[in-house]
Structures are given as structure tokens and as C-alpha cells.
């Protein structure tokens, strides 16, 4: 897997940028291989406490209320819903340090502060990310004070290797 990630990075980038999704409305479109309709899962002591999922035309009427920031006008809408209430909830650019044998994730900064987010209250972000390095990510205060964060990205895998549409790393 990991080969073929790393395969697939650098063909984005010698070939270019011209096949990548414009917007998040026709993302379902111009991706090669098919994303899945269901969403792909957070958890944290074996409890799902949020939901990833590509935003789709009617998102906006499908809730009264929800937090919206545009990470990068060029992407796509993702919905990160809530199952639970979620403190100082945070948008973050995530960083990879290289050793040896391992490699550590940290965040970097915060680049968008969305507060406490209560069960059901979606967070929207347009957001593209590219190759298999995880950029951005979410951070998050739970109910007993612990602070969880977790990188997110596209999962670049083919349709045979990738068990979800997004790939969730905790760190």
C-alpha cells in the first residue's frame, strides 16, 4: 500500500494538477475510481464520535444550522458530523517529521477555530489535499478533558486497497 501511495504521489506530480477535482460539487465526477456513499469513521475508546463525509449539492438544506470555513476555494466540501459534543474544536495544518525508523506527526497551527461543536452540529470545510501525505487534520477536546487529534486526508489508494474514502490518523 504504502508503495503505491507513494507511486501515485509522484505521478500527480509530474503529470500536473490538470485531472484534480475543481470543485466539491463535481468531485464525484472527475475521480477515477469510485468513492464510497457511507461515511468513514472517528473513534475513541472504541465509540464513533464523528463522521467524515464529502458534502453533496443539498448538504445546506439538509440542517438549520453549521460551521463553514474555506480552507482552499479549489476543493471539495467535507462535513466532519459530530455524534458527540466536541470542545475547542480546530482546523489544523498537520506537520511529519522524518527518522529512521518512524515518523512523528504534530500539528503545526491552527487555521481555523470552530469552539465547541454540539452533537449533531456539522463542521464544513472546502478543502483539497493531494498525494498521500496527511496535511490537515481536526483537534479536539473530549467530554472527560483529553485532547484528541487526528490527521485527514484523501484516501489515494485504489478501490481494492483502501478500506475508506478518507484515511484518519491518529496522532
Known sequence: MKKTSLLLFILLIVTGCNNLPTTGYNLYDEIAWKIRDEADEVLVD??????IYFATDDFSNSYDSHIEFIDNDMGYWVVFMPYVAMYDFQ?????HNFFDDRMETYQQR?????GDLSQGIPF??????LGSMLVRGISFTDKIGVRRNFAVGLNMASPEERPGTFIINKF
Open 110 to 114: 491552527v487555521l481555523y477555530y470552530a
Open 91 to 95: 482546523w489544523i495544518e498537520v506537520c
Open 124 to 129: 464544513v470545510v472546502m478543502h483539497q489535499e
Open 46 to 51: 472504541g465509540q464513533v464520535v464523528l463522521r
